[in-house]
């Protein structure tokens, strides 16, 4: 994945959970090999895992991945679901390990 589309993602988790510690996580992903993998912290502690997979968005330009994500309603899906980690895939939200 492209820097361009790691800072937009970054942005897009930054704007939606203020206040929280963003974490980059180097973890290879069993189903495509790579992504771009973020843990949220809060007072010492891990509170959402969000792993957004190049399969995702490498048919997109840089400009429309906020869409997407927006789209996918990824920020929503994390805050329901709780630590239990969000993987963002070209069909939408999956959870758990991709």
């Given at each position: 994945?492209?820097?361009?589309?790691?800072?937009?993602?970054?942005?897009?988790?930054?704007?939606?959970?203020?206040?929280?510690?963003?974490?980059?996580?180097?973890?290879?992903?069993?189903?495509?090999?790579?992504?771009?993998?973020?843990?949220?912290?809060?007072?010492?502690?891990?509170v959402?895992?969000?792993?957004v997979?190049?399969?995702?968005?490498?048919?997109?330009?840089s400009?429309?991945?906020?869409?997407?994500?927006?789209?996918?309603?990824?920020?929503?899906?994390?805050?329901?679901?709780?630590?239990?980690?969000?993987?963002?895939?070209?069909?939408?939200?999956?959870?758990?390990?991709?």
């Amino acid at each position: 994945m492209n820097a361009d589309k790691k800072k937009i993602i970054w942005a897009y988790i930054e704007n939606h959970f203020p206040g929280h510690e963003i974490i980059e996580i180097n973890e290879q992903s069993s189903r495509t090999g790579q992504g771009y993998n973020l843990a949220l912290k809060k007072e010492q502690r891990t509170v959402y895992i969000v792993s957004v997979l190049d399969e995702a968005v490498e048919n997109i330009e840089s400009a429309a991945v906020t869409e997407l994500l927006d789209s996918y309603s990824v920020a929503d899906v994390m805050r329901n679901i709780g630590d239990f980690p969000v993987v963002v895939t070209c069909s939408g939200c999956i959870f758990g390990s991709p």
